[in-house]
Structures are given as C-alpha cells and as structure tokens.
C-alpha cells in the first residue's frame, strides 16, 4: 500500500476528546495541503454533525461500506474544509454488529471496502464508536496506527492499558501491521497538580509515544462542533489551532518517518 496512512482514533472510555481530536487533526492536516477522507465510524455521528452535515441529507453512511451495500466512493462526500471528504456516520451503525455477527470476513469489512482509497488520498482519519466491539475491530483491522487520546486524570491511565493490549491483540489475530503512532493528552490544564501528576505517569509509560504538545482545556474547543466547523476555522487564531496544528505536524512526520 505504499504511503498509505491510515489511523484510527480509539478509547474505549467516552468522553476524551477522542472524536473533537480526531476532527480537528483531519482538518489540520487537510489544511496542510495534504488529501484526508475521515471515516466516522461511531454511531453516535458527532464527527459528522461536528463538520456542519445534516445527517438527513446523508443518503449512505459507513453502515452502507460495512454490510457491502456501498464503497467508499459513492459513499464520500465533500466537506466544507478544502481538501477534507467524509464517509459520514448513521444511526444503523448500532445494528451493524448483529447484522455481521455472522459473516466469516466480518472483522476485514471496512479494510476491504476501502480498497483503492490509497491513490485518492494521503491520510484516512478513523473516529472508533467508545467501545471495544465489531466496528472498532473493523477499524483497527483496516488501520496502520492508533492514536489514542486520554485525559489527565487516574481513569485515563486505566483505559490506555487496556486499549494497549487490545492491540495486541488485533495485531495477533487481525492486523500484524497496526502500531501505536502515540498518545495524545487532552483538556490539559497547567495549573493543576493532577494533570502534571498524570501527564508524568504517561511519560513514563509511552516514552517516546506522547504527543509534545498537550490540548488546553478551551471553551472555544467545546463550541466549535455546535457550529459545524473544526477548531481552526471557528477560532482559528486561538490557542486550541494552535495546539490542535502542532499535533497534527508531529503526526504527519511520525508518520513519514514510520511511526517514529
């Protein structure tokens, strides 16, 4: 697959930031210069809405790519950030698991149905549903790395060994490709001994894994989605793009330079 990039952004703990981070990294980068799909693959379709997308419009969703109803072509659309397509999400998603529970290929669905995205796109951006089941396996099967964001609380670190050794396990059954790219802190807030206390502990653990920049806690964060826009475009000048840029260059070249 050459320079393909694939990425899945996955926590099985909600409330992270995981899809706020994945959105805003896919628009970085599509801003960039660089050609992004994201590919919203949790039920809830907050990615979707988050880019403006009324999800009654939407005619195939990534519920159509899982049960072979669609591919990734007629089921993309554009978005309002130049450079930035949306294979966007459905509320069928939640059945999605049962339907396929029975398919002998059901855990290579998505990898297969995104067959010859690569010479459309430089980076494919996954937003994993907050849970460990089908279509986070579909994900993680299809992906050449994870980022995984967390808070900086004590949860936080229990959910990333367990995340952990889920790749592991997709890498021995499903995946021996997959790679954690790295460790993404958000809502980080310097003042407070907790974070400092928490962000040391990941150090610790994902030396060399842990993004340089960690993403203030930012009401301007918190509002963009309600808006449809990502960060950089509701409040382009503020410290969130600024943090939520940095990070997405430092993915880009761990990516260059094969997840190092």
Not at 118 to 123: G, K
Not at 161 to 176: F, G
Request: hydrophobic share 40%.
């Amino acid at each position: 697959m050459g320079n393909y990039k694939i990425i899945c952004f996955a926590n099985q703990k909600g409330g992270v930031g995981k899809t706020t981070s994945a959105l805003n990294i896919a628009a970085c980068i599509a801003r960039s210069g660089k050609r992004v799909l994201f590919i919203d693959s949790d039920p809830q379709g907050n990615a979707t809405s988050g880019l403006g997308i009324v999800k009654r419009t939407i005619t195939h969703s990534v519920y159509d790519l899982l049960i072979g109803r669609a591919n990734w072509e007629t089921t993309a659309i554009n978005t309002n950030v130049r450079g930035l397509s949306l294979i966007p999400s459905s509320i069928n998603l939640v059945g999605a698991e049962l339907e396929l529970v029975d398919e002998a290929d059901r855990e290579y669905r998505l990898r297969n149905a995104l067959r010859g995205a690569e010479a459309r796109f430089d980076y494919i951006i996954i937003d994993c549903p907050p849970s460990l089941g089908l279509i986070t396996i579909n994900s993680l099967t299809a992906a050449k790395y994870v980022v995984i964001p967390v808070l900086c609380e004590y949860y936080s670190l229990e959910g990333l060994s367990q995340l952990t050794t889920t790749i592991k396990h997709i890498k021995r059954l499903y995946n021996p490709n997959i790679e954690l790219l790295g460790v993404l802190v958000n809502m980080f807030d310097g003042r407070l001994n907790l974070s400092i206390a928490v962000l040391e502990e990941i150090k610790r653990h994902f030396a060399g894994k842990l993004f340089r920049t960690p993403i203030p806690r930012s009401v301007k964060i918190s509002e963009a989605p309600s808006h449809g826009m990502p960060i950089t475009d509701y409040d382009r000048n503020g410290k969130g793009a600024a943090a939520y840029s940095a990070v997405a260059l430092e993915l880009m070249k761990r990516c260059e330079s094969g997840g190092n």
